[in-house]
């Protein structure tokens, strides 16, 4: 079986464009593979401060997981600060790299282009990246496209320490999820939590109410675009043929029946959210950090019997 490894960033609430574009299809595929889910704790250091949210991120973003479908023994889910192989293998990599070449860094650039310190870590962010996925030998690494370099850098990483110290770490491939379409938020644009215009993964009914009542409607009549578009997501085209005939130009009783298809669908992952106790996850993250421990610590030690450190 081939493997498969990602990082789940800890950060804030998602919405449903998360859930079509990301969370869905990899619920959909993670069990096809040798699946190891790993909350990135250490890499979220680099741009928060605040231990409170921290910690609470790092719940949420395993609860995001497990009531979305995500079954725990399937899948390997750890803390990546809990599995200690990840940073010293980081350093190693730094040792190898330029800063030049990690000067060529979108993601990097990026972040400090909106204003975020440029601090040491973000710089180096990439390397622990590497280091996160050649651990594990791993296969392919399921990311959004804006990630596909971090996996080049991996590759690089993987490429410069074989070169000097001999045949070590596989070369991953990035396994890019663009098949969905972009979920448009309520006011037509790209759903995303920095433009204000999401619909929540986990809301109340009364919350997804609220937000789809929001939703902006052209007034070309037929269709109300931007309805229809994340209906789509919930029905098939002939049910939704059916309903929007019915209902032409009755935007009300349109969004009505979006809200009761949305929460159809969000009800139930809303319940499984509760039922999860932060016990739960404390033992999922455990486990699984033990059981990714004894795989990283194989091949650090290798790794340090390479460059020269094991005596
Ligand atoms: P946001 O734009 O809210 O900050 P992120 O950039 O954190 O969202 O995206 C996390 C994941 O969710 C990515 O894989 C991204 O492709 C997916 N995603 C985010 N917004 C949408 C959207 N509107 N439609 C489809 N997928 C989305
Ligand atoms: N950088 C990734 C992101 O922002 C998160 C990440 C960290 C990751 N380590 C990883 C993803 C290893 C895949 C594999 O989404």
């Not at 959909?28 to 928060?48: C, G, I, P, Q, R």
């Not at 975020?116 to 959004?144: C, K, Q, R, S």
């Not at 986990?202 to 109300?224: C, L, N, Q, R, Y």
């Given at each position: 079986m081939q493997r498969l490894l990602t990082g789940l960033q800890p950060s804030g609430a998602l919405h449903i464009g998360n859930y079509f574009g990301a969370l869905k299809p990899f619920a959909d595929m993670y069990n096809t593979y040798e699946s190891y889910l790993m909350v990135v704790d250490y890499h979220a250091l680099t741009t928060t401060r605040d231990p409170k949210e921290l910690k609470a991120n790092i719940f949420n973003a395993v609860r995001d997981y497990l009531s979305v479908g995500v079954d725990p023994s399937k899948a390997v889910i750890f803390q990546q600060?809990?599995?200690?192989e990840h940073t010293e293998l980081a350093w190693i990599f730094e040792c190898l790299v330029t800063v030049p070449f990690l000067e060529l860094a979108h993601a990097y650039k990026d972040k400090v282009a909106k204003g975020l310190e440029a601090n040491a870590g973000l710089f180096n962010y990439p390397m622990l990246m590497a280091a996160d996925i050649l651990l594990y030998d791993t296969n392919v690494v399921p990311v959004g496209q804006d990630q596909k370099q971090h996996v080049e850098y991996a590759r690089e990483a993987a490429a410069k320490f074989n070169n000097v110290y001999g045949e070590t770490f596989k070369e991953p491939r990035e396994l890019i999820q663009e098949s969905v379409a972009v979920v448009p938020g309520t006011d037509g644009k790209k759903m995303s939590k920095s433009y204000g215009n999401t619909i929540p993964l986990f809301g109340t009914k009364d919350e997804i109410a609220k937000a789809v009542m929001s939703i902006v409607t052209d007034?070309?009549?037929?269709?109300?675009k931007n309805v229809y578009t994340i209906h789509k997501l919930l029905k098939s085209k002939s049910a939704l043929g059916f309903i929007y005939e019915a209902s032409m130009g009755n935007y009300k009783t349109l969004k009505e029946a979006l809200i009761e298809d949305l929460d159809a669908l969000i009800a139930p992952m809303r319940a499984k959210r509760e039922s999860i106790t932060d016990d739960d996850i404390r033992r999922i993250l455990k486990e699984g950090s033990d059981r990714a421990r004894v795989v990283a610590s194989v091949k650090m030690a290798t790794v340090r019997k390479r460059i020269g450190v094991a005596l």
């Amino acid at each position: 079986m081939q493997r498969l490894l990602t990082g789940l960033q800890p950060s804030g609430a998602l919405h449903i464009g998360n859930y079509f574009g990301a969370l869905k299809p990899f619920a959909d595929m993670y069990n096809t593979y040798e699946s190891y889910l790993m909350v990135v704790d250490y890499h979220a250091l680099t741009t928060t401060r605040d231990p409170k949210e921290l910690k609470a991120n790092i719940f949420n973003a395993v609860r995001d997981y497990l009531s979305v479908g995500v079954d725990p023994s399937k899948a390997v889910i750890f803390q990546q600060s809990q599995v200690q192989e990840h940073t010293e293998l980081a350093w190693i990599f730094e040792c190898l790299v330029t800063v030049p070449f990690l000067e060529l860094a979108h993601a990097y650039k990026d972040k400090v282009a909106k204003g975020l310190e440029a601090n040491a870590g973000l710089f180096n962010y990439p390397m622990l990246m590497a280091a996160d996925i050649l651990l594990y030998d791993t296969n392919v690494v399921p990311v959004g496209q804006d990630q596909k370099q971090h996996v080049e850098y991996a590759r690089e990483a993987a490429a410069k320490f074989n070169n000097v110290y001999g045949e070590t770490f596989k070369e991953p491939r990035e396994l890019i999820q663009e098949s969905v379409a972009v979920v448009p938020g309520t006011d037509g644009k790209k759903m995303s939590k920095s433009y204000g215009n999401t619909i929540p993964l986990f809301g109340t009914k009364d919350e997804i109410a609220k937000a789809v009542m929001s939703i902006v409607t052209d007034s070309s009549g037929e269709k109300p675009k931007n309805v229809y578009t994340i209906h789509k997501l919930l029905k098939s085209k002939s049910a939704l043929g059916f309903i929007y005939e019915a209902s032409m130009g009755n935007y009300k009783t349109l969004k009505e029946a979006l809200i009761e298809d949305l929460d159809a669908l969000i009800a139930p992952m809303r319940a499984k959210r509760e039922s999860i106790t932060d016990d739960d996850i404390r033992r999922i993250l455990k486990e699984g950090s033990d059981r990714a421990r004894v795989v990283a610590s194989v091949k650090m030690a290798t790794v340090r019997k390479r460059i020269g450190v094991a005596l």
